[in-house]
């Protein structure tokens, strides 16, 4: 079995035990024998959002890297991954509010957050020329479907 492999799996067994850990990236790299850009390579392509995870990285206070589980929802007609993997290139702003009244209506958002979110990905706020500012709105609404997905905040 590869070191990417064992590492892979090593992380998965440690998230098993709750929807999130924090672990060190030196002292992966130690206990696994090798330099911690291949911690940093196992991160960033077996632990990516469209896989399902989230990887946050914390300097200072020795350097903990917290890797999150995401949920996506499968029992509504597109998932939030599907969603999630349509707004790679930039969303408009009327299908943006689409997508948020939705998240309200499945009471995924409340209607404070839904206007406040409504207010964020609009065109006067986001007064950038195009195709900048629907790129923006997309990784805007991108962050709300990562947090929609944690269930560490609840």
């Given at each position: 079995m590869?070191?990417?492999?064992?590492?892979?799996?090593?992380?998965?067994?440690?998230?098993?035990?709750?929807?999130?850990?924090?672990?060190?990236?030196?002292?992966?790299?130690?206990?696994?024998?090798?330099?911690?850009?291949?911690?940093?390579?196992?991160?960033?392509?077996?632990?990516?959002?469209?896989?399902?995870?989230?990887?946050?990285?914390?300097?200072?206070?020795g350097g903990y890297l917290r890797i999150v589980k995401?949920?996506?929802?499968?029992?509504?007609?597109?998932?939030?991954?599907?969603?999630y993997k349509e707004m790679d290139i930039g969303i408009a702003q009327r299908e943006a509010e689409g997508v948020l009244k939705r998240f309200c209506e499945e009471e995924y958002l409340t209607k404070r957050e839904y206007n406040m979110l409504k207010a964020v990905v609009s065109r006067g706020t986001l007064a950038i020329e195009l195709p900048e500012r629907d790129y923006i709105r997309a990784k805007i609404m991108q962050a709300v479907i990562m947090f929609l997905c944690r269930n560490d905040y609840k």
């Open positions: 590869s070191l990417s492999r064992r590492i892979e799996e090593h992380l998965k067994m440690l998230l098993e035990q709750g929807d999130a850990i924090e672990v060190r990236r030196s002292e992966l790299a130690e206990t696994f024998n090798c330099v911690p850009s291949q911690i940093n390579y196992v991160l960033s392509t077996r632990f990516t959002h469209t896989q399902g995870y989230l990887v946050e990285s914390r300097r200072g206070g995401l949920f996506w929802d499968t029992n509504s007609d597109a998932t939030l991954k599907e969603i």
